[in-house]
């Protein structure tokens, strides 16, 4: 079973900055695509950034130029730095690989952008 293990989530007010972690145990991590997703309150769960095994990254619309996708191939972990953080992006956050296989989904980690 692939276990995987988001953290980093909090409250923010707007216009802060975080940084979410997923680890992905095991020797299938440097052969995966690997995606954020967020689901908001009320909301369908979304592709929020993609990143491939060479490191070619993709975002959706909404959080271009705000939010960086990156992976450490030794640490067997996917990063999603987020800047200039928005109400809207307030949800909870699970990493998966994308986008032909899905495995279980974790916990997910709830990002929360209030004053």
């Known amino acids: 079973q692939v276990q995987l293990m988001e953290s980093g989530g909090g409250l923010v007010q707007p216009g802060g900055s975080l940084r979410l972690s997923c680890v992905v145990p095991g020797s299938i991590f440097i052969f995966r695509t690997w995606a954020w997703y967020r689901q908001a309150p009320g909301k369908q769960r979304e592709l929020v950034a993609v990143?491939?095994?060479?490191?070619?990254?993709n975002y959706t619309d909404a959080v271009k130029g705000r939010f960086t996708i990156s992976r450490d191939n030794t640490k067997n972990t996917v990063y999603l730095q987020m800047y200039s953080l928005k109400p809207e992006d307030t949800g909870v956050y699970y990493c998966?690989?994308?986008?032909?296989?899905?495995?279980?989904w974790g916990k997910g980690t709830l990002v929360t952008v209030s004053a």
């Open positions: 990143i491939s095994k060479s490191g070619s990254t």
């Open positions: 998966n690989s994308h986008p032909g296989y899905i495995y279980e």
